[in-house]
């Protein structure tokens, strides 16, 4: 059995909504849920927004102190904080579940994932690089944003059932208790550095090169789009497996991604029909609803600088007095 699952709070519906329909044509053997991390207590859905898909809210899973995780984290934060603990649930209460694949929910699936899942039963886990090769100018993302950021991009992480993934699973969950931050000053990009780890930790993971699978704003500068009566290519040789739409905001439809400045899309008329696609089926399935609904875990943004800057202005002070003790 093969679980596939997102993350996302209620004001993420429609892109979870999205994948979950994409994986549904797909790959209709793959059991798809959604980590909702929020609550659905006292929330009433229009009935045409009511997700098909099961949603299991983040309180259910048993994370130890998880009210204390949703205090020291803004939402982008925890809602990548819990992943490893998604992980473990499912592993746990899903005895024929073998494989288990995260996607982050502003993905689309193209293609049957039979190749992926093979890789899993070979190696174990999967990860993807967000780029294959080298850029050639100084925008935006360029490699050193990824050095900051993480080599792996972690919209996309798939592991097999076996004791050295359930192992990894735990230590992954205690780092990201508490080092979920975006503080690249620190070494730290929410969950991804962590999983720089992963090939270093666990013999035989599977770095997929294939330029089909997660393709997105940070690897265009090396892949370039075309369709076939087989579907969407990629550099006119592999099938376009999955696209993440990351940083994409359907009500700024000419804007490809916020988080990058290389390309317009008016300059890639390669993308036009993937992005119109992905436009219409947000619109469809209620993004603008859903953007309505505040996390239930987050609290207002005045309240966690004073949480975060407290907590990073006792650690010179807890050095000193360290220092002091031992001379």
Same mark, same amino acid.
């Given at each position: ?8 709070s ?6 979870a ?8 044509r ?11 991390? #929020? ?5 009433a ?6 997700p098909?898909?099961p949603?299991?809210e ?6 130890e102190?998880?009210?204390e995780?949703? #205090?020291?984290?803004n ?12 992980f ?19 993905i689309i ?5 039979t190749e992926l ?11 993807t690089p967000?780029i294959?090769?080298p850029?050639?100018?100084r925008?935006t ?13 972690l919209g996309?992480?798939?592991f097999?059932r076996?004791?050295a993934n359930?192992d ?5 969950e ?7 931050y ?5 070494g730290?990009f ?5 999983m720089d ?9 599977h770095?997929?090169?294939s ?7 940070w ?31 359907p ?12 390309f317009e ?9 993937l ?12 993004n ?9 875990? /987050? ?21 000193? /007095?360290n ?5």
């Amino acid at each position: 059995m093969t679980i596939a699952f997102t993350i996302c709070s209620i004001n993420y519906l429609a892109q979870a909504r999205t994948l979950g329909d994409s994986l549904k044509r797909t790959n209709p053997d793959v059991q798809f849920f959604i980590g909702l991390v #929020d609550k659905l207590e006292g929330v009433a859905f229009e009935e045409a927004y009511l997700p098909e898909y099961p949603m299991i809210e983040i309180d259910k899973i048993e994370i130890e102190a998880f009210q204390e995780m949703a #205090d020291r984290y803004n939402i982008t934060e925890l809602n990548t904080a819990v992943k490893p603990f998604y992980f473990t649930y499912f592993f746990r209460n899903y005895s024929d579940a073998t494989r288990v694949i995260y996607f982050d929910p502003d993905i689309i699936i193209y293609q049957p994932l039979t190749e992926l899942l093979n890789r899993i039963d070979q190696f174990g886990a999967v990860l993807t690089p967000h780029i294959h090769s080298p850029i050639e100018d100084r925008l935006t993302p360029n490699e050193l944003h990824h050095l900051n950021t993480g080599i792996y991009n972690l919209g996309f992480v798939a592991f097999g059932r076996n004791q050295a993934n359930i192992d990894y699973l735990k230590w992954w969950e205690e780092k990201l208790r508490y080092e979920c931050y975006i503080d690249l000053c620190n070494g730290l990009f929410t969950d991804q550095h962590w999983m720089d780890f992963l090939p270093i930790f666990v013999d035989g993971v599977h770095i997929e090169r294939s330029p089909g699978y997660n393709a997105a704003y940070w690897n265009l500068h090396e892949r370039t789009f075309s369709k076939t009566e087989k579907g969407f290519m990629v550099n006119e040789e592999y099938p376009l497996i999955f696209f993440h739409y990351s940083g994409y905001d359907p009500a700024k439809p000419d804007i490809l991604s916020k988080y990058q400045d290389r390309f317009e899309l008016a300059q890639r008329p390669d993308l036009t029909e993937l992005f119109s696609i992905y436009r219409n089926q947000l619109v469809d399935l209620g993004n603008a609803y859903y953007r309505n609904f505040p996390c239930w875990y /987050i609290k207002p943004v005045t309240v966690k600088r004073y949480v975060r800057v407290r907590k990073w202005m006792k650690k010179p002070f807890e050095y000193v /007095i360290n220092q002091l003790q031992t001379t």
